[in-house]
């Protein structure tokens, strides 16, 4: 094998699939980053793979001599990041396993393995294929994974629901405290004709829970692409996400872009089990509602939490209908208190309720309008925070009771 390419681009597509590399691997051979040099197409392709999720990406280089190996991901990554930029050269033997990069200031070795003990990555055969806008992706996403759950025993919690239903994509997620439900359009099938099905050719088109782990590799790799649409495949428990980066290194649109296209692929192992009738848990009506500016409460809570983070994370809030403001406040035993006021539009009865002061800011981070909505019944049942305009988002959280 041998190839040449920018110290930039090969750092890039290294940092992303390093990423998936577990540190502990089951296998030695999973530690690596599977290397393939194609003399043809004059394309190299990166993969790493933990056997559960694995990330695949090629780009365009000059390739002399074709080969496959594999190298150790980490200390690749450490030497390249830190070597000038430049054109770099990668020469290897494929059975000695031993690469040489060469840059304008030296040359490093490094031992690899052998190609052949790399598992392949999954590959989906099925029919259901879907094209997904990257817009209603990254909002779906944004909106709801930071709700689900890191705690491992719960495995299905971890995962995200993504539930299709003719031209609707909806995620949600839930760590059994809060619950956050993103509803977006998928312009893409709004004039499909017929409309997108299952095998059965019924609706949903599809219904699965996905690692969030997963979702979160995918949602960075998004946010870094050009596409309008991803290709979405998914059979016998696994999930596959490719898709072709159009950006060029040429400033001229006639010019062919150098090197070629960039090609991304996603993989992932799909979670087991029956995910939660979120639907059922939010209410359908609320006694009391309150409007405020997502900023002001946004601020307001930050603050008090300085004095929460220091003994717990309780915040309290009370709803004044007559002056139509709400006041934040924290009482930290042995450490302080805090209270802010802020204006707010209130309908109902007034009301005291507390909340873990980061599920608030979590969802609050996450809105982008500049007014929110919040709805309660008694302080003990679910609230629900929306955003009011833009993204179709429910945020139920849970309160909590507090002894007098």
């Not at 709801?144 to 995620?171: I, N, P, R, W, Y």
């Not at 946010?223 to 400033?251: P, Y």
């Not at 409460?297 to 809030?317: P, Y």
């Amino acid at each position: 094998m041998k190839l040449t390419c920018p110290q930039s681009q090969l750092n890039t597509h290294l940092a992303l699939v390093s990423r998936v590399v577990s540190s502990r691997p089951t296998l030695p051979i999973l530690a690596n980053i599977l290397f393939v040099a194609d003399l043809d197409s004059q394309q190299v392709s990166l993969t790493g793979f933990d056997l559960n999720l694995g990330v695949q990406t090629s780009f365009g280089a000059d390739v002399e001599t074709g080969g496959r190996l594999t190298l150790p991901a980490k200390l690749l990554l450490d030497i390249v990041s830190r070597l000038p930029e430049g054109e770099i050269t990668l020469e290897g033997d494929t059975n000695e396993t031993l690469v040489t990069l060469t840059c304008s200031t030296g040359n490093y070795q490094v031992r690899g393995m052998n190609a052949d003990e790399y598992p392949e990555l999954p590959m989906v055969e099925g029919e259901d294929v879907i094209d997904l806008p990257v817009d209603a992706l990254i909002e779906g996403l944004r909106g709801s994974l930071f709700a689900a759950s890191g705690d491992e025993s719960k495995q299905v919690l971890t995962g995200v629901h993504l539930l299709m239903e003719a031209e609707e994509l909806e995620f949600a997620a839930t760590d059994g405290h809060r619950l956050a439900v993103v509803q977006t359009l998928n312009p893409t099938l709004e004039d499909a004709t017929p409309k997108p099905t299952n095998a059965k050719g019924n609706a949903p088109a599809f219904d699965v829970i996905v690692p969030g782990k997963a979702l979160r590799e995918l949602e960075r790799m998004l946010q870094m692409q050009s596409t309008e649409t991803i290709a979405v495949h998914f059979d016998q428990g696994q999930l596959v996400v490719k898709w072709t980066n159009q950006r060029s290194h040429n400033s001229s649109e006639d010019a062919p872009p150098v090197g070629g296209w960039t090609n991304r692929r996603l993989t992932s192992r799909l979670l087991e089990g029956q995910y939660p009738n979120y639907r059922q848990l939010i209410p359908r009506q609320f006694s009391r509602q309150m409007t405020i500016e997502r900023r002001s409460l946004l601020g307001a809570l930050e603050r008090i939490s300085v004095l929460a983070d220091q003994r717990n994370s309780i915040v309290k809030f009370t709803l004044d209908s007559v002056k139509q403001e709400l006041v934040v406040s924290v009482d930290a035993q042995d450490v302080g208190n805090g209270r802010e006021a802020a204006p707010a539009q209130i309908s109902g009865d007034d009301l005291e309720i507390a909340f873990n002061v980061k599920y608030l800011l979590e969802g609050l981070k996450v809105m982008n309008t500049s007014e929110v909505q919040m709805q309660f019944n008694t302080p003990t049942s679910p609230s629900v925070l929306s955003p009011l305009g833009g993204t179709k988002m429910t945020y139920l959280v849970m309160p909590v009771q507090v002894r007098s």
